[in-house]
């Protein structure tokens, strides 16, 4: 009798220590954070209050929605440029199982003059967007995913120990985690392309951020069979299969950040993260939810000991996030931790490939 009265007190008390019996309790703060992190302290108290229905800032479960950009939000951009670019330029140039049109090699040689040594290109942008699908022309969706998976498994330039496929910031990995665990629904909003992110999250975040939760930017895909390439008029055909026209649908950066959210979402998100003003669109978007009080939190790239930082620029873009009511976060100062354990930067900064 006396261990059955035990056995449902230790019940009851572990029930008041939960909250819900059955539900496991949650983390006070963010693995990979700094205890006395201010951004940090910010997002657990919103956090908390969203998911309690005794507290002022309660939020449905539905409205919960966070939005992240991608590279340099959850991703490092430092190595030594965005995902997308590097791999159009190791694809082009340095792919031994695969030979790119001249074009497209002069213009990839000219990118990594760019990146490297910073050798402006005229109308760089422009030709960006016209010429990077067309490195892919012709790929099937999954063809195409492994084409990506292939650069994953390369290691990461400027650093030791570290692959493509692992070059995750962990404490917004942790974050995405805390966030799942309060129920929030979390989407990716990205200007690389949508199907890169796609595979870029396997493994890591998509457990947490499953494909369809994926907005960036849309390459043009297009039946195999049809020489128009004018899929409204098109009827697919058991013989086609669905490929890569070589042209972009469309370009998720600035407005249209907000424009997809809008679109694919259909809810305004109550917390935004970014690091660059091109996702200043979307953290306006976020701030304009009046209903929940949204917030929107950017990186600073401030951190020179264990990734490539610029505090000069890091200080700058400060100044313009306090301007637009955007919180900040000192990757140097509030992350305990940067990428996975057992990397470090190479003894020099990465020259020339």
């Not at 016209?130 to 195409?144: F, H, I, K, R, V």
């Not at 297009?222 to 390439?229: P, T």
Request: hydrophobic share 40%.
């Amino acid at each position: 009798m006396k261990k059955t009265i035990t056995l449902f007190l230790t019940l009851v008390l572990s029930c008041g220590v939960l909250t819900a019996c059955g539900t496991k309790p949650k983390a006070a703060g963010i693995d990979g954070w700094a205890a006395d992190s201010p951004a940090m302290q910010s997002i657990t108290a919103f956090v908390t209050d969203s998911a309690d229905e005794k507290s002022a800032g309660f939020i449905p479960k539905a409205d919960r929605i966070a939005v992240f950009d991608m590279d340099g939000t959850l991703y490092g951009e430092r190595f030594p440029t965005y995902f997308n670019d590097w791999l159009f330029i190791q694809r082009a140039l340095y792919d031994d199982s695969y030979e790119a049109p001249e074009e497209l090699r002069d213009f990839a040689r000219a990118w990594e003059d760019k990146v490297l040594r910073g050798i402006p290109i005229e109308d760089f942008d422009a030709k960006e967007r016209a010429l990077g699908p067309q490195l892919y022309e012709g790929l099937t969706p999954e063809a195409y995913a492994e084409v990506v998976r292939k650069f994953k498994a390369l290691p990461v330039r400027g650093f030791e120990g570290m692959t493509y496929g692992e070059a995750y910031f962990q404490p917004m990995v942790s974050l995405v985690k805390y966030l799942y665990d309060y129920d929030y629904t979390v989407y990716i909003v990205s200007a690389t392309y949508r199907d890169a992110v796609r595979v870029m999250t396997e493994g890591v975040l998509d457990e947490y951020i499953p494909y369809d939760h994926v907005i960036g930017t849309d390459l043009l895909y297009v039946a195999s069979e049809d020489e128009a390439e004018n899929s409204m008029f098109y009827e697919l055909t058991p013989q086609d299969d669905l490929v890569i026209a070589g042209e972009l649908f469309l370009k998720n950066q600035k407005t249209n950040k907000a424009v997809l959210i809008q679109q694919e979402i259909g809810r305004m998100p109550v917390l935004a993260f970014g690091n660059s003003t091109g996702d200043f669109s979307m953290a306006t978007y976020t701030l304009q939810n009046e209903k929940y009080s949204g917030r929107a939190y950017m990186l600073l790239c401030d951190d020179t000991e264990r990734d490539y930082g610029d505090p000069d620029a890091a200080a700058s873009f400060k100044a313009k996030c306090d301007a637009n009511g955007f919180y900040t976060v000192s990757m140097k100062n509030e992350f305990v931790s940067l990428y996975p354990d057992g990397v470090h930067m190479a003894a020099a900064e990465p020259g020339p490939a």
